[in-house]
């Protein structure tokens, strides 16, 4: 069965200082990957997405995310954080080219909270 | 464009109440998705649908039920409430075309007491 691990339950880093949130994954087929971000009180947001390629993929809010298949990971980052980053975030992962009643059907991890400090 | 869009937004059950949280999408997606999310526990799929007239069951199934009557709506409904079923809910949508992409409701944050 597929499997995501964010390992790092919550992350305070301070305004400005760079930021990499954790994620690893297990999963028998090849995967769709995504990041999404949750602000308080809010539906989840699509940050990124994987789907094949580059393996280095950017997003949106100058976030990017690495894929290392060797190591099953897909790691998110971003070079200078901003206090409006502070929120919740999820790594999903989905089943590439999925069909029928296995279309859309992803499994998240456990979510990172990202404190960030002035 | 509004999306998805889910109600309530909060409500408060006793336990052996029943209610139904709504999920409307005019985005004309034919798969929809229902999700809870509890505190480090990440989101977890309840049920989905592929296309009006046809739903399955995800992972935690048990306790609520669904209809899909149009491409629109996708109803959850609560029968018998139960205090483990306090949590969040997000309904969600996609296209055939969305490449598994989501885009998802706003929450509907549910206590049973």
């Known amino acids: 069965a597929q499997s995501v691990t964010q390992p790092d339950i919550h992350i305070t880093v301070s305004e400005g200082a760079s930021l990499e949130l954790r994620c690893n994954y297990s999963y028998g087929a090849t995967p769709y990957l995504f990041w999404y971000v949750q602000s308080p009180g809010q539906g989840l947001q699509l940050l990124l997405k994987?789907?094949?390629?580059?393996?280095l993929v950017q997003g949106i809010k100058g976030f990017e995310a690495e894929f290392k298949r060797s190591q099953s990971s897909f790691n998110l980052r971003k070079p200078s954080v901003h206090w409006s980053d502070a929120a919740e975030y999820f790594c999903?992962?989905?089943?590439?080219?999925?069909?029928?009643?296995?279309?859309?059907?992803?499994?998240f991890g456990q979510g990172t909270i990202l404190t960030v400090h002035p | 464009n509004a999306g998805v869009t889910q109600t309530p937004k909060f409500r408060i059950l006793k336990i052996g109440q029943s209610m139904t949280l709504q999920c409307a999408q005019d985005?004309?997606?034919?798969?929809m998705y229902w999700y809870r999310q509890d505190p480090g526990m990440g989101l977890k799929l309840i049920y989905y649908?592929?296309?009006?007239?046809?739903?399955d069951k995800g992972e935690v199934p048990n306790g609520y039920n669904v209809s899909r009557s149009t491409t629109e709506d996708f109803p959850l409904r609560l029968e018998l409430a139960a205090p483990s079923q306090t949590s969040v809910y997000f309904c969600?949508?996609?296209?055939?075309?969305?490449?598994?992409?989501?885009?998802f409701g706003a929450g509907s944050r549910l206590t049973v007491l």
């Open positions: 999903a992962v989905g089943r590439a080219n999925a069909g029928g009643t296995s279309y859309g059907k992803l499994t």
């Open positions: 994987y789907f094949s390629g580059d393996t």
């Open positions: 985005m004309n997606h034919n798969y």
């Open positions: 969600a949508s996609t296209s055939s075309s969305g490449a598994n992409v989501l885009t």
């Open positions: 649908s592929v296309g009006a007239g046809i739903t």
